[in-house]
């Protein structure tokens, strides 16, 4: 059960879990209306409360006179030794509402959890047992800094939609925004988000208006630790607040689905590996899958393969076996590709019959078919991670990749934009910079290609496959030289790879593309 709370204001006490208020310890009977208004008013302290929002959470939203909402508040005026004239505790704001001004202490059961006005978590929940120990988060109304003036609404907007956003990654625990906008103290310690909410996460932010601009700060902490996991500044006009909302909310979603598991695996690495539970191999698997090499591959399988068996329902761990299962047809580390990409659409589909609305697992089964050549095919899997998951960058820069070898490059390069753009430090960065230099040699962009190939085929965890595309690349833009210096590096770390390979793994649909690429590669002695 969360923490009892309770808001102290002078001699009062308002005990939400009791739905009392106590003057001095004593019970001071009030209207159950007149306590939801009050109950509304301290939570809220922080701002003006309109008159729309009391009659939309006192009465439900039906229909009442202003002489009715004027009474309720005279009547949790006199409950507080108040009036209209004094208002130490409740003040009128002529025509706009009304806001509680008093300062409040919220109380946990275990202390004073900090001085604010306003704000409480809920009280007297459960938190539901989890049988593979998912990461859990709360996203904090966002702080004002200065005066926001007509743009203070921000401040709960945007947190709101990030946590609309957060809650369709299945793999996330999101506290519902009625328990953390609760939480409205200005400099509250992390750990005490932990202990009242039960997560391991949470997210809190800035907004700070000056003249003509606006910025919005974010920092995500470790609830169990109280140290900063990633921070972000994000400034623009003010003028253009609604493509900067929509920036930091999809940058905000892409580096959490990279940041979290990455810190999980950092903390799991700390464990004694018998110890491990199925969330706690699963993210160290990760770690390893995204090495692309032969034996982090087989490091990353054997720990999805831990996950499963210590939790059968685990649907990210299945996704995670159809990963490396891709890995190993698409990069060849076996003598049966055949098999291996069986393996992948299987995994892929049993993911799918245990958790059918993960954009990971919809990613893997699209991923699936390309390694039969069926692009069309893995269109409407894709196409479903990203609905899912409308900032998941895996699944945009994979749309991206597909369309820009099925004849859609100029679709295919803006999406892989938006993917390098949402998630700048991910680890299929090098993948995306490949894709887009396949956009631009099927547009017949040779050059744009050769740059953008090169900077994939230099970036961290490039596979060997990317310099075969540099390879290609320089050859079509003119430059012999570097183009044979790429086929040599290829050569260099497998020997045995030829244009089939290059067709089987980049099945370019588009006849007149693929015979001009297919010339380069026999010119490079492939």
């Not at 191999?281 to 210590?310: I, P, T």
């Not at 938006?418 to 631009?440: E, F, K, N, Q």
Request: hydrophobic residues 45%; contains cysteine; neutral net charge.
């Amino acid at each position: 059960m969360l923490a009892p709370v309770t808001h102290r204001f002078g001699r009062f006490e308002l005990d939400l879990a009791r739905a009392e208020l106590r003057a001095d310890g004593t019970a001071q009977p009030l209207e159950p209306q007149v306590f939801a208004l009050l109950a509304l008013l301290v939570e809220n302290g922080d701002r003006l409360v309109a008159k729309d929002e009391i009659v939309e959470k006192v009465w439900d939203g039906r229909i009442v006179s202003d002489s009715a909402i004027t009474s309720r508040i005279k009547s949790a005026r006199r409950a507080l030794g108040d009036d209209g004239k004094a208002q130490r505790f409740i003040k009128t704001v002529h025509r706009r509402g009304v806001r509680f001004v008093a300062p409040v202490t919220v109380v946990s059961g275990a202390g004073p959890l900090a001085v604010a006005v306003g704000g409480a978590p809920d009280t007297g929940v459960a938190v539901p047992a989890d049988p593979i120990a998912r990461p859990s988060i709360a996203v904090l109304p966002f702080q004002l800094v200065g005066p926001a003036g007509p743009w203070a609404a921000i401040g709960e907007a945007l947190p709101h939609e990030l946590i609309a956003e957060l809650s369709r990654l299945r793999w996330l625990l999101v506290t519902a925004r009625g328990s953390s906008f609760r939480l409205r103290a200005p400099d509250l310690d992390p750990t005490e988000v932990g202990r009242l909410l039960g997560v391991r996460y949470c997210l809190t932010g800035t907004v700070e208006t000056s003249g003509a601009r606006l910025t919005v700060t974010t920092t995500l902490s470790d609830t169990r630790r109280a140290n900063v996991v990633w921070a972000e500044r994000f400034a623009g006009a003010i003028d253009d607040v609604h493509r900067m909302r929509d920036d930091i909310r999809g940058r905000v979603l892409a580096e959490l689905e990279i940041r979290i598991p990455s810190h999980e695996a950092a903390l799991a690495r700390l464990a004694v590996p018998d110890d491990l539970d199925a969330w706690a191999a699963f993210h160290l698997g990760l770690q390893h899958m995204y090495r692309f090499n032969r034996h982090d591959n087989a490091a990353a399988r054997a720990l999805f393969e831990r996950a499963v068996a210590r939790e059968p329902g685990f649907a990210r761990a299945h996704a995670g076996l159809s990963f490396v299962h891709f890995q190993s047809a698409f990069l060849r580390y076996t003598d049966d590709p055949a098999g291996e990409a069986a393996s992948a659409r299987r995994c892929a589909e049993r993911g799918l019959e245990l958790d059918a609305l993960d954009p990971f697992v919809n990613f893997t089964m699209g991923r699936s078919f390309w390694l039969v050549g069926d692009l069309d095919g893995s269109f409407a899997w894709l196409d479903r991670a990203t609905a899912i998951s409308p900032s998941y960058a895996h699944g945009i820069y994979a749309r991206a990749w597909t369309e820009s070898l099925a004849g859609r490059a100029a679709e295919g390069r803006e999406h892989v934009d938006l993917a390098m753009r949402l998630s700048p430090l991910d680890p299929l960065y090098y993948a995306m910079l490949g894709t887009r230099a396949l956009a631009h040699l099927a547009m017949g962009e040779d050059a744009e290609a050769a740059g953008w190939a090169e900077r994939a085929a230099r970036s961290p965890g490039a596979h060997v496959l990317i310099a075969m595309i540099a390879a290609v690349a320089t050859a079509l833009g003119g430059d012999d030289a570097r183009a044979a210096a790429w086929a040599a590096n290829v050569r260099a770390r497998n020997p045995t790879l030829g244009r089939e390979d290059f067709f089987r793994s980049f099945p370019m649909q588009p006849p007149a593309h693929r015979r001009r690429v297919a010339k380069a590669l026999a010119r490079l002695g492939f």
